[in-house]
């Protein structure tokens, strides 16, 4: 009895310190503004042999553009966009930091909000030291469930979880990306819809005017 008391424990043991591993890939957006005129830089430290995924999309600010360019720890220029709304893009990376700026210095009055999402995978290699989990089992035949099994729902559970919190994330940004082009529209609308009222006002007394005087008895004015 010991035996399998001792045993479950190991196992309990074993499964909380693989949750605790199981995250490989750190994802992490953020959103900010950039004046016009100006470039702004980020810097990411990468592992060899990892991916790091970019998305990026222009919020807000006038043509909703921005360029982009991604630059490897050895100065190479991996990736160079002008004048795009937004981004995807996944490349493998070696040891280093890993630059991409987005760059405004071509407007001169728009400033524009830019969200970025960084996805970084395979960057944590402390699982790859993890013994296998049998060193940890003894008897193993008389558990009636299988560890495999757990582990495996556990890893499709995160990756759904993951999966969503990204799509969520997107829809956000998609979200207000929207709206601030509604309210623009609204505002042009708006404006437009002024000057026509002001122009059918001012052709209206026009006419008025007009045909007043041609119905004016002129006779009257001799006199």
Known sequence: ?????LLVLLVIQYVVRQCLCFSQSVDSDYTFTLPAGQKECFFQ???????LEIEYQVLDGTGLDVDFFLIAPSGEI??????????VHTVETVDGDYQFCFDNTYSRMSEKVIFFELILDNINDESNDQEDWKNYIVGSDLL??????????INSVKGRLSKSAHIQTLLKAFEARDRNI???????????SAINLVVMVAVSIIQVYMLRSLFEDKRKSRL
């Open 144 to 153: 009636d469930m299988k560890l495999e099994d757990i582990l495996e729902t």
């Open 182 to 192: 509604q309210e623009s529209n609204y505002e042009r609308v708006n404006f437009w």
């Open 78 to 87: 991996l990736l160079l966009e002008e004048r795009q709304s937004d981004g």
């Open 1 to 5: 009895m010991a035996k399998v008391v």
């Open 45 to 51: 430290p990468m592992k060899k042999d990892a991916t």
